[in-house]
């Protein structure tokens, strides 16, 4: 059957660390070290989640990365740097 597959032991753990550990866990850590950061730093970190994601999928999966996903992630990188930029001037002004 189609749903033969739910009883599986197998499935039952993927889907207990998919939910303590990919989710709840990495939730906690990321509220643990959002206390630590000033919002300038969470912003940057926070922003370049997809160019981490991309990077992981390219490395551990062989997924390709194609004109779309380099003009993407350089502005990506391009509007953090700028954000940067503008916090290490504000003092100055």
Request: overall charge negative; hydrophobic content about 55%.
């Amino acid at each position: 059957s189609a749903l033969s597959h739910m009883s599986d032991v197998g499935f039952d753990l993927a889907l207990l660390w998919l939910g303590l550990v990919s989710t709840a866990g990495v939730l906690v850590l990321q509220t643990l070290a959002l206390a630590k950061l000033p919002s300038s730093e969470t912003a940057v970190v926070f922003s370049s989640e997809p160019l981490w994601g991309m990077a992981f999928a390219n490395v551990l999966l062989g997924e390709a990365i194609g004109p779309n996903t380099i003009v993407g992630g350089s502005l990506i990188i391009a509007a953090c740097i700028v954000r940067v930029a503008q916090f290490d001037l504000e003092p100055f002004q």
